[in-house]
């Protein structure tokens, strides 16, 4: 990174997340967070072994996970997964909602308000549960005819109102961006940020996601910290989108965004397993403890 960028990024993280600058690194200032950073591994479902859901949270927990991440499909089985959690002793992450076919961006009025019901809906469910929030892609390639700026104006003008709804349920919306290869919108976590900037709503925040991020990004510390106080969720792939430590993807970079801006929300396994998902996965939260660490 060269060093006008970084003492911009540096400079932006203060302001974005409130942060005082108490220490120098190679002469940057380098700002403090108003909390200490946390690793709290959680992880998709389908990423753990087991032929039920109570088999795979005691299996999660055994391996010192410290939350699950819930599928999109959670309305009306609230009690299942509140009693689950309950008994395994697990927290809930983030709802991986996705784009439902990129309907509230659409140019198609009709496709849009029945979106909005439909995330409303998840977002009621989220509260309840006391999950991160709902993750949600505004549209995948091919979903939407709408050009980047024509989208951007739907979601400033739209969410502001959305904004208020999660919070009076006790949640709030995550932008996820993408790689190029999945969505021509949305691909960088600064854009993400400056979208959540202009809506300006606490119901309304961003994740992001190393897989994603080591296509787009030219380096996962300044992208976190581009995100500052906006970021409540990532997700963990390598370059091939296997687990952590499958590859030669490494994380100390942006685990040390992740503790300059004092991160403390959850970082959640959203990959495919190479090898016996039994002994790959716990290797797995080892070297992503080691990276930790380091950063």
Same mark, same amino acid.
């Given at each position: 990174?060269?060093?006008? %960028?970084?003492?911009?990024?540096?400079?932006?993280?203060?302001?974005?997340?409130?942060?005082?600058?108490?220490?120098?690194?190679?002469?940057?200032?380098?700002?403090?967070? +108003?909390?200490?950073?946390?690793?709290?591994?959680?992880? &998709?479902?389908?990423?753990?072994?087991?032929?039920?859901?109570?088999?795979?949270? $005691?299996?999660?927990?055994? *391996?010192?996970?410290?939350? @699950?991440?819930?599928?999109? =499909?959670?309305?009306?089985?609230?009690?299942?997964?509140?009693?689950?959690?309950?008994?395994?002793?697990?927290?809930?992450?983030?709802?991986?909602?996705? /784009?439902?076919?990129?309907?509230?961006? /659409?140019?198609?009025?009709?496709?849009?308000?029945?979106?909005?019901? $439909?995330?409303?809906? !998840?977002?009621?469910?989220?509260?309840?549960? +006391?999950?991160?929030? !709902?993750?949600?892609?505004?549209?995948? =390639?091919? &979903?939407?005819?709408?050009? =980047?700026?024509?989208?951007?104006? !739907?979601?400033?003008?739209? @969410?502001? $109102?959305?904004?208020?709804?999660?919070?009076?349920?006790?949640?709030?919306?995550?932008?996820?961006?993408? =790689?190029?290869?999945?969505?021509?919108?949305?691909?960088?976590?600064?854009?993400?940020?400056?979208?959540?900037?202009?809506?300006?709503?606490? #119901?309304?925040?961003?994740?992001?996601?190393?897989?994603?991020?080591?296509?787009?990004?030219?380096?996962?510390?300044?992208?976190?910290?581009?995100?500052?106080?906006?970021?409540?969720?990532?997700?963990?792939?390598?370059?091939?989108?296997?687990?952590?430590?499958?590859?030669? %993807?490494?994380?100390?970079?942006?685990?040390?965004?992740?503790?300059?801006?004092? @991160?403390?929300?959850?970082?959640?396994?959203?990959? #495919?397993?190479?090898?016996?998902?039994?002994?790959?996965?716990? +290797? /797995?939260?080892?070297?992503?403890?080691?990276? *930790?660490?380091?950063?």
């Amino acid at each position: 990174m060269s060093m006008q %960028r970084r003492e911009f990024l540096l400079s932006s993280t203060a302001m974005a997340a409130g942060l005082a600058a108490t220490s120098d690194i190679q002469g940057q200032t380098i700002p403090k967070p +108003k909390r200490q950073a946390a690793l709290k591994l959680s992880s &998709q479902l389908r990423v753990i072994p087991g032929k039920s859901l109570d088999k795979k949270l $005691a299996t999660m927990k055994e *391996w010192g996970f410290d939350a @699950f991440e819930l599928p999109r =499909n959670i309305v009306g089985q609230e009690k299942m997964y509140e009693e689950a959690a309950a008994k395994s002793g697990l927290a809930m992450s983030a709802v991986c909602w996705g /784009s439902h076919d990129g309907a509230l961006v /659409s140019e198609d009025p009709t496709r849009r308000k029945e979106c909005m019901a $439909a995330i409303k809906e !998840v977002l009621a469910s989220a509260g309840q549960l +006391k999950s991160t929030g !709902v993750i949600y892609v505004p549209a995948f =390639n091919g &979903q939407t005819k709408l050009r =980047n700026i024509e989208i951007r104006k !739907v979601l400033t003008d739209t @969410f502001p $109102a959305l904004g208020e709804y999660a919070v009076s349920v006790g949640s709030r919306i995550l932008f996820e961006p993408l =790689n190029r290869k999945e969505a021509f919108f949305l691909r960088i976590l600064a854009d993400a940020a400056s979208i959540c900037r202009d809506i300006a709503s606490p #119901g309304v925040q961003m994740m992001g996601d190393f897989y994603h991020m080591a296509i787009e990004e030219t380096s996962d510390m300044g992208a976190f910290i581009s995100a500052g106080a906006y970021l409540h969720h990532v997700h963990l792939a390598s370059r091939i989108r296997v687990l952590p430590g499958q590859d030669d %993807r490494q994380f100390v970079d942006g685990f040390r965004g992740l503790k300059l801006i004092g @991160f403390q929300e959850y970082c959640s396994f959203e990959c #495919g397993v190479k090898g016996d998902r039994s002994v790959e996965i716990p +290797k /797995s939260l080892a070297f992503l403890r080691r990276q *930790w660490a380091e950063a």
